[in-house]
Structure formats: C-alpha cells, structure tokens
C-alpha cells in the first residue's frame, strides 16, 4: 500500500539513521526526509540511500540553495524538500532527476511552483492555513496537483485534512526527536499510519 507519508527526521544523528529508517519502513512509512540542518545531513541521506533505497525513497529537506541541490544529488536521494518557493532549486532539483516539493502558502506561490516543475506542493505552514484554507486553495489549483500538508498536521487530525482535499502529509515531531529511541519511533510511526489507513478507509497493515 502506497502512503503519502513523509518522516522528517530534524536531528537526525548519523549513526541512528539506518536504524530509525529501518523502523520507518517496517511500521509502513517509506518516504524519509533528513533535514540539511541536522548534523552532518548528507552522511545521513547516503547511508539510509545505500542501505534502504530499494524499499523507500530518501530526500534531503530545508534546501535552499541550488548548490545544496547538487550535493544533495551526489548522495543518490531521490527528493528535495524546501519550507519556500524559489523556482532556482525547482529547476535545479528536475534538472538533476530529482523530486521537487517546495514550501508554499499563497495561490501566487502555489502557481509559480508548478510553472517551475515541482512535483507536489508543500502547504507550510498547514496548521496556520487549517482545512478550510487547502479546500480553498484546492478549488483554484490544476486537476491532479498533489498537495502535502506539513507544519501542524497531526495525525489525529488526518480525515479533515483528507476532507480538504490533501494527499499527503509531512511529519516532524510526531514522528522523530533528537534523543528518542527507535522504539519510541516505531510507536509513533505506527500510530501514523494507523490514523492515514483509518482516514482512507483501509485496514492497517
């Protein structure tokens, strides 16, 4: 079964990254995000990229540089994450063969994101913008854009956003904290991912 989920894992340790992803994965979350400004990021990104790219897709967050494109890139993610819209790491990110979601919030910059490319749209803060501001801005954006609610949704609250017209879901701190351990992880993850299932009426896996 395929989950828009993304696990964003701020703080992620090196050493912890194979580990936590492994959990990920089992608990049925298999797209994971390292932020660049967790420690030393992209020894992360490779290590999770080398040893668990064959069963989930690994990408790189708060990007905000074309250059951090690049090496990013050179670890072998798959995706770029940005909190904003700047069309340079847009067309860096497709020229590169990587997956575009950058961070959006008006209707100005959900348009010019998809001019530049991206892949799927990033709602950040969504918590600010709450269901009502997605279903409003879902009424405007093209058939099929894909729409990622990240910054406030809580899987407790999955059906609304699903409701409002959201495909998927970034999580943070609902899923990872510098200093938790991977069972602490795999609880949360599995909560996750019984809340999406009951929100689109499957059966948890």
Not at 70 to 85: E, I, K, M
Request: hydrophobic content about 55%.
């Amino acid at each position: 079964m395929t989950r828009n989920l993304i696990a964003i894992l701020r703080g992620l340790e090196p050493g912890e990254a194979v580990a936590i992803g492994e959990t990920l994965i089992a608990a049925g979350i298999a797209m994971i995000e390292v932020p660049l400004n967790s420690p030393e990021p992209l020894k992360s990104i490779a290590a999770m990229q080398q040893a668990l790219g064959d069963r989930a897709r690994i990408g790189a967050g708060t990007v905000l540089e074309p250059e951090e494109v690049r090496a990013v890139a050179a670890t072998g993610a798959s995706f770029v994450v940005s909190p904003n819209c700047d069309p340079r790491v847009i067309a860096r990110s497709k020229q590169l063969g990587l997956g575009s979601y950058p961070g959006v919030f008006t209707a100005s910059e959900c348009f010019a994101a998809l001019a530049a490319g991206a892949d799927a749209l990033k709602i950040f803060p969504a918590g600010v913008m709450g269901p009502a501001g997605i279903a409003a801005l879902r009424a405007v954006l093209p058939p099929g854009t894909q729409v990622y609610a990240v910054g406030g949704a809580a899987p407790a609250d999955f059906a609304a956003w699903r409701a409002a017209g959201v495909d998927g879901f970034g999580l943070g701190s609902a899923l990872f904290r510098p200093g938790w351990s991977a069972a602490r992880v795999a609880e949360a993850a599995r909560a996750a991912v019984a809340a999406w299932d009951a929100a689109h009426g499957t059966a948890a896996a």
